[in-house]
């Protein structure tokens, strides 16, 4: 067993701590489809765009970091890889249309942030399934890489008790 301040220990664990990103992830979106209708414009959004750049940032890193390190030690994931590469994509042309709805001065269209968000979610619940369920043990097993999960999937998750969105 490694320490975990060592390379290999921090890269254990770094399966576990992508399910714990995406439980953060996935509760954030729901708060903030819970709260659509009684946040004033202005919260709304900043806690939709936090949101939106903090999905950004773990798809951005997991592409970068996590995956590229997986295709090599296990090219037999590649083309789950690339499915999931996909998915960022998709994610990525939904957050830029709420961004675009957010921007200016303009009043928030709720009932087309709410149906973007829906669309969001739903998608994320199943990409986040099949990630979990194809690649956790895999980055789990992956150890004696330089890096941290922050460096590998973009973010870490917050404590449980504190919410940065």
Same mark, same amino acid.
């Given at each position: ?6 390379? #290999?220990?921090?890269? &254990? ?12 992830? !996935? ?20 806690? $939709?765009?936090?949101? $939106? ?13 996590? /995956? ?5 030690? &296990?090219? +037999? ?5 690339? %499915? ?11 957050? +830029?249309?709420?961004? &675009?709805?957010?921007?200016?001065? &303009? ?7 709410? #149906? +973007? ?8 619940? !199943?990409? /986040? ?10 980055? %789990? ?7 941290? #999960? ?9 404590? #449980? ?5």
């Amino acid at each position: 067993m490694h320490p975990t301040g060592s390379p #290999a220990g921090r890269l &254990a664990a770094v399966g576990n701590q992508m399910i714990e990103i995406h439980l953060w992830l !996935s509760a954030e979106l729901a708060r903030l489809q819970t709260d659509l209708d009684a946040r004033p414009s202005r919260d709304l959004r900043a806690h $939709c765009l936090t949101l $939106c750049a903090a999905l950004g940032r773990h798809h951005t890193g997991e592409d970068a970091g996590a /995956f590229r390190l997986l295709a090599e030690e &296990a090219p +037999e994931l590649r083309p789950v890889i690339e %499915n999931l590469i996909t998915d960022h994509e998709v994610v990525a042309g939904i957050l +830029e249309r709420i961004e &675009a709805l957010l921007g200016g001065d &303009a009043p928030v269209p709720v009932a087309q942030v709410r #149906a +973007e968000l829906a669309g969001l979610a739903a998608l994320l619940a !199943s990409h /986040f399934r099949y990630e979990e369920k194809r690649l956790v043990a895999a980055l %789990n097993a992956l150890t004696g890489r330089p890096g941290t #999960a922050e460096d590998l999937l973009g973010l870490t998750a917050p404590p #449980a008790d504190r919410s940065p969105v």
